[in-house]
């Protein structure tokens, strides 16, 4: 893939590392420095359009010509850049695993000039969709168990989010999506009913839900909030009986007191004997408003979610930071105000119910534990082909029926802490000592 | 391109018209229903990824596929949609204008399948892009004439969300991006400094400053703060007077307290007669981070500014809706609770300072206004070429010094508030009247 996607610094290192002749492998460390006040944990994701870059990785004619012409880079460096392709190791949390801060979601071992050319396009797909599939966690975790739909497509930040957004919110347990390319693409389910145009299109609401029925039996919403929700309730009633519709029958509410007139919906279904008939809900919704509907009772039997799912609208971004930890041999830690990172290749290993310690790569695991992160390339290569949705979906199931029960709270969350392993603040304080000594004039 | 960017829901509409020979053209109007509490104005952008999506719109063989296989169309429904393009009318307001609530960014007419299933999209373009273009402008405003740099790359939401935001905040006057591939596609300057893993990748900081400046000669900002932010600019100091470099250079302070370490910084380096080294603050900053910094004095040149412009992070989207504004000859308008729509294609009638009037299409514009729509398609085709750049960038900085005084404060704004004109006002209660008729069961 085009290794423009980049920032200019990073070319800027990579040539100078290049000129210099700095192969050194270096591993860099790609993690969530500290979670927002809501999120009680997180569920990582990116890593599989991380792994389709790295593979591809490589500079066109056009990005060389662009290089020289426009940003003053020398021969000397386009020849470098040329033979450029991403040869390195990559560990990684494979993708629905649950992440907690600090933790490394992804770290990369190459020489330096690769390591870092990549630094951008890892940050920037780990950071987006290890955001969103955390957001679409929480409206699951909010449904207790009712169906979820994606209805984000038209309000995420461009066309490639909305394809993520159905592809993690799938990845979580959302059971469709509205977007017909990203259902295409990834297997889902697609689903979708009718908009208010399609109301307004026919003379009459009563009309417009007969040619629906007509042209979509079988998989017919109505959606009855046009004019008057209730009244298109009964008009939704006085069709089903004279048409004696029977099957994939449902009302959609996308606006006014949803709790209260999911009741009333529910009521008038049920008193004419319309047992079958589901109540979907949608219009702006949340997780915590989906978490107050259920609290209350209310008769709902699918929410639509849609774009503050697929912006992560109270948090869009994560603090992640992508920081060399190791050159050649040397463990190396940045001691920045407020962004002080621990040296060294980790792992993560996990027991019980997330007791996790954050470890060097190299120690043993304590007992009773398994490490988080697993060798997904080596040598520029995926070590096993690109992963099933369904594995990251298992693989979530998982995780959220062995997270503690704070943790899943959603306005004041307490989610479990990991902690350092011995040998990582034994590695921590010797690297701080040397780089002390180094800002007071000595050698590294 | 490719149709399936759309949600479901607009395939079944479109099938349910395209079957019932529904093929009288329809008028969809794109609006902001209201602006976050934080924002005084908007900045319209979007249309020119919109117009390249309506001249290329059309179903691919394997979208078709798709649509029978999986999603349950019939034979009948696949030949209507392969024969579909997009062969309607559109005004719009070009890209770059200010804008407010209620305003109509942009009108589709067409056949009413065409005109819905291109719904998705555009919701999706326009929403996103007006999103980022009017955060940007907040950070342009505050600024208040320093130099902006986009660094917003690695955490946008997606790598589409950064090549856009590169664009976006160009329009509304930032000097550079360090987004290469945005910088190479849409002809910006591309800036670029060093990471603290460079400073780290040498044995001591004043090894790596050394290094840069050979390797970039006078275009070498140095990045200060990986150890001890004042002890790197002594480091710089010195090495700039032992080489006796003289231009393009400047520091970069990432981290710590930045008025107070730029106040430091620039009297270290005035005291060393160093007054054309420049200084570049960033790290985490938003439009009221700069806002403080550049109140109470800082001595910095130019920010850096990134995660928080890139995804609009305090208000990650925009309440837009595309309604059905006019169906045939008979305006429509939408009655919902909360989301009542006016009637009728519109036009937004604006004089002073930014006095705005929004009214019919059809009315003459009061005296002394010009009209912010203008047609920009027609029968499916561009009416002028894809606009550069700069002519948006213009339009936003004159419409930029229109603004009055209290649509700027970037924490309580009072923007100008739009009125509907008198024809407006009139259809809107004629057309409730009708409507209320169909709810009690007369013909529309």
Redesign the interface.
Known sequence: M?A??????????A???L??G?HAP?T?SLFVRSLPARRGFLVAAGLEDCLDFLESFGFSEA?LA?ARD???FEERDLEAFRRLRFTGDVWAVPEGTVVLAGEPLLEVTAP?AEA?LV???L???V??QT??ASKAARCRVAARGRDLVD?A??????????L?AARLSAMVGFAAT????A??RFGLR?????????I??F???AEAFG??AD??PG?TTFLV?????L?GVRAVIELIRRRHLAEGLAVRL???DLGELAGQARALLDGAGLHQVRILASGGLDELDIDDLVRAGAPIDAFGVG??MG???DH???D?AY??VQ?GDRP?M??????VSAPGPKQVFRRGRMEDVIGLRSEAPPAGSAPLLVPVMTGGRRVLGRERLEAARGRFEADLARLPEPALDLRAPSGPQPVASAALVELTEQTRER?AA??QGG??
């Open positions: 085009n423009l996607l980049t920032d200019l610094y990073e070319l800027n290192m040539a100078s590392y000129r210099r700095m270096a860099f990005g662009y426009s940003l003053g330096m870092q630094e951008t396009f940050l920037n797909q950071t987006f955001t969103v209805f497509f038209r309000r995420t930040q461009g066309i490639e989010a909305g993520a509205s977007n017909v390319e259902a295409r697609a689903a979708g009913t009718m908009a208010h145009s399609y307004e299109a003379p009459t609401e040619a629906f042209d979509f998989r909030d046009t004019y008057d929700t009244a996308d606006s006014g774009t503050k912006v992560s609208a869009p971004y994560l992640t920081k060399l050159l190396v940045k001691l920045s105000a407020g962004k780089l180094i800002r050698a590294g």
